[in-house]
């Protein structure tokens, strides 16, 4: 088992930056891949982008690449997703995730088999 602890929303205006943040702690997780996902009201939840564990190789959704870096301490078994440049359309609950990585992207919700419990993300215009 995996459990991820999500941490970090909060309310900023356009054009501002925050950092989210997943703490990972359980069963040895070097071989996975950790995602962020985020989900608007009334829509589907989308891939954000994902950091391989063991590599620090990364990949990023279009709509947020130049704008979000993803990364993660492995001294402190965490993983962030700083966000930069925020825009009214990056308002969403944002999910942590993880899972084995299948050695190709991995941009799909059923690709994931643990998850946080969200942090929500306002901005504003």
């Known amino acids: 088992q995996v459990q991820l602890v999500d941490s970090g929303g909060g309310l900023v205006q356009a054009g501002g930056s925050l950092r989210l943040s997943c703490a990972v702690s359980?069963?040895?997780?070097?071989?996975?891949?950790m995602g962020w996902f985020r989900q608007a009201p009334g829509k589907e939840r989308e891939f954000v982008a994902h950091?391989?564990?063991?590599?620090?190789?990364?990949y990023y959704a279009d709509s947020v690449k130049g704008r979000f870096t993803i990364s993660r301490d492995s001294a402190k078994n965490t993983v962030y997703l700083q966000m930069n440049s925020l825009k009214p359309e990056d308002t969403a609950v944002y999910y942590c995730?993880?899972?084995?990585?299948?050695?190709?992207?991995?941009?799909?919700?059923?690709?994931?088999?643990?998850w946080g419990q969200g942090t929500q993300v306002t901005v504003s215009s």
């Open positions: 950091i391989k564990w063991s590599l620090g190789s990364t």
């Open positions: 359980g069963r040895t997780f070097s071989t996975y891949v």
């Open positions: 995730a993880a899972d084995r990585d299948r050695m190709r992207p991995m941009t799909r919700v059923y690709e994931y088999a643990y």
